[in-house]
Structure formats: structure tokens, C-alpha cells
């Protein structure tokens, strides 16, 4: 089973940026939908954005026009850029393939 591993999470000051990657262990191409949730304390796991095979995009309404998800199926890696970051924005991201497999995650918090 293919196992991915999210890394470039951190500390970021309101208004800065941040670049997660996922790494697959393995081709990411045949996988409908790759792409990135997160769970703050609390609450429940929600979808921040997901690409699928053919390019198309979806964004949870709270970062949409702030965060970018791409799939580079060459180097079997999905990246989630993320701008103009709000201290609500601050949660363990999670990478996942096909809403099934699941990386550890990667915390961000956002916070002056």
C-alpha cells in the first residue's frame, strides 16, 4: 500500500505563506484524487482542496483564492501552497489518495 508523508509545516506569522509537500512511496497517477485535509483541536477533519487525474480543482470556501493544490505525478508528490494565512487556518494538515490512505500529518499554526 502506498504510503505518503507530509513535510513543511511550521510556525507562520498572520498574512505569511507555507509550502506543503506529499510524498507517495509509489506512482500517484492512478489515483483519482490526491490532495489535503485538516483537523484542528476539536473540530472535525474537513477537506482544504483536492485535485483529481484530470486537473480539476476543489476548495473549501474558506481558502478559496488563499491556498493552491498541485499534483506533480512525476516526482509522486502533491504540494499545497498556502498564502495569506489566518490563525484560523491552523491545524494538523493530512495528505491524502482517494479520501482511503492517509499520511501522519503536518501541524501548521498560524499565530503572532
Known amino acids: 500500500q502506498v504510503q505518503l508523508v507530509e513535510s513543511g509545516g511550521g510556525l507562520v506569522q498572520p498574512g505569511g505563506s507555507l509550502r506543503l509537500s506529499c510524498a507517495a512511496s509509489?506512482?500517484?497517477?492512478?489515483?483519482?484524487?490526491m490532495g489535503w485535509y485538516r483537523q484542528a483541536p476539536g473540530k472535525q477533519r474537513e477537506l482544504v482542496a483536492i485535485?483529481?487525474?484530470?486537473?480539476?480543482?476543489n476548495y473549501a470556501d474558506s481558502v478559496r483564492g488563499r491556498f493552491t493544490v498541485s499534483r506533480d505525478n512525476a516526482k509522486n508528490t502533491v504540494y499545497l501552497q498556502m498564502n495569506a494565512m489566518r490563525p484560523e487556518d491552523t491545524a494538523v494538515y493530512l495528505c491524502?489518495?482517494?479520501?482511503?490512505?492517509w499520511g501522519q500529518g503536518a501541524q501548521v499554526t498560524v499565530s503572532s
Open positions: 491524502t489518495a482517494n479520501n482511503a490512505i
Open positions: 509509489q506512482n500517484i497517477a492512478g489515483f483519482n484524487v
Open positions: 485535485e483529481t487525474r484530470d486537473g480539476r480543482t
